[in-house]
């Protein structure tokens, strides 16, 4: 039944998808890191879903260039740039922050490597959110995300304004990707092949639960197993190898992040049954020192409205999980004792 559940659950972020909805409620989006690599594409992708009506692009640097350009766009959300030093007025009245800033990584780096520069980027961002629009629901997409979502939680914590429903990483990225490398070897549409990724979002701590998978069988175990496993948990490296120093993945994350935050409004427009994956604040692995932990959840009118299990692993998952933890532990108090030395 839970393998049903779990499969089901990410069913909406498998296939392409273009934006539209028939409830349209007023819904004022932030872009924190508009001008960047996945910023500038995020934005335009916003801009063309119907359930935006303001859109909100800052960045501390361009961000009025590139609402200009976007602005234009003949789509409802009426779009503003701000400058640096406008940070706490581009929040004002944001129901939802997704946060694309921060430095991307070169070959040779891991996600943790940018931990020095993006942690303290990341609470910044958050201080501001907690004090101008602290019931927004954040999305963060700054890596290393394992770390930079516990740091936003400590940061609302300590502001007294948490509220675990609404904070997001977003994995959306992996979960696109297993489904697209999927598809490809077992020449299903990708809209019909959904694989939940649950963990984290960096190496082993990306877990792809295959056995759930329309197609998981044909690459059940094995060499062929092993490769598939391989290229979903590192898929961000192939993207920063090929890019050659020039950055990683931009447009494949924009769009895995306009997705997400679309399902995000539909369910907060009242929509039932969304669902999706990402890295919450989650009861399953807490026991082990793992506060946050991607799974496939509900999404309601406040955010999280359910943590959905796993359902049945096969046993190279559960290899693969028993990897995941450890190192999303160490992640998660990384980012945690961090921000509590530097608030
Ligand atoms: N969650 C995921 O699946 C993925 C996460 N990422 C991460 O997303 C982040 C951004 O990547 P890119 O867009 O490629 O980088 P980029 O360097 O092209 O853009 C980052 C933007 O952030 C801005 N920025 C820096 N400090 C800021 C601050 N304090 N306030 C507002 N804006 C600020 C910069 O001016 C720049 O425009 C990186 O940390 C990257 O590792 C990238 C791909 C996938
Ligand atoms: O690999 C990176 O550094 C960017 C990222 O998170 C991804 O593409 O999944």
Not at 95 to 123: C, H, Q, W, Y
Not at 211 to 230: C, F, I, M, P, T
Not at 255 to 265: H, I, W
């Amino acid at each position: 039944m839970f393998a049903r559940q779990a499969l089901r659950s990410v069913k909406a972020a498998a296939g392409p998808r273009y934006f539209s909805s028939s409830a349209i409620n007023n819904k004022n989006v932030a872009v924190l890191g508009a001008a960047g690599g996945i910023g500038q594409p995020l934005s335009l992708l916003l801009k063309n879903d119907p359930l935006v009506t303001s859109l909100r692009l800052y960045d501390i640097r361009l961000a009025p260039g590139v609402a200009a350009d976007v602005s234009h766009v003949n789509t409802p959300a009426v779009t503003t740039g701000y400058k640096a030093d406008e940070l706490e007025k581009a929040l004002e009245g944001a129901e939802i922050v997704v946060i694309p800033a921060g430095v991307p990584r070169k070959p040779g780096m891991t996600r943790d490597d940018l931990f020095n520069t993006n942690a303290s980027i990341v609470r910044d961002l958050a201080k501001a959110a907690a004090k101008v629009s602290p019931k927004a629901h954040l999305l963060i997409i700054s890596n290393p995300v394992n770390s930079t979502v516990p740091i936003v939680a400590e940061v609302f914590k300590k502001a007294g304004v948490y509220d675990p429903k609404k904070l997001f990483g977003v994995t959306t990225l992996d979960v696109t990707r297993a489904s697209t490398f999927l598809s490809g070897i077992t020449g299903n549409k990708p809209a019909d092949t959904v694989v939940p990724v649950v963990g984290g979002h960096s190496g082993v701590t990306i877990v792809p639960i295959l056995s759930q998978a329309n197609g998981g069988d044909a690459v059940a175990k094995g060499e062929n197993y092993d490769k598939l496993v391989h290229r979903i948990q590192f898929g961000g490296d192939e993207v920063v190898k090929a890019k050659d120093g020039a950055g990683s993945a931009t447009l494949s994350m924009a769009y895995a992040a306009a997705v997400f935050t679309n399902s995000l409004l539909k369910a907060l427009n009242g929509e039932k049954g969304i669902k999706e994956c990402a890295y919450v604040d989650s009861p399953l692995y807490k026991d082990q020192g793992v506060d946050f932990f991607a799974t496939p959840i509900t999404l309601g009118s406040e955010g999280v409205a359910e943590v959905n299990p796993i359902g049945p692993v096969s046993a190279e998952e559960e290899k693969l999980l028993e990897a995941a933890i450890p190192e999303l532990a160490k992640n998660i108090k990384k980012g945690v004792e961090w921000v509590q030395a530097n608030p």
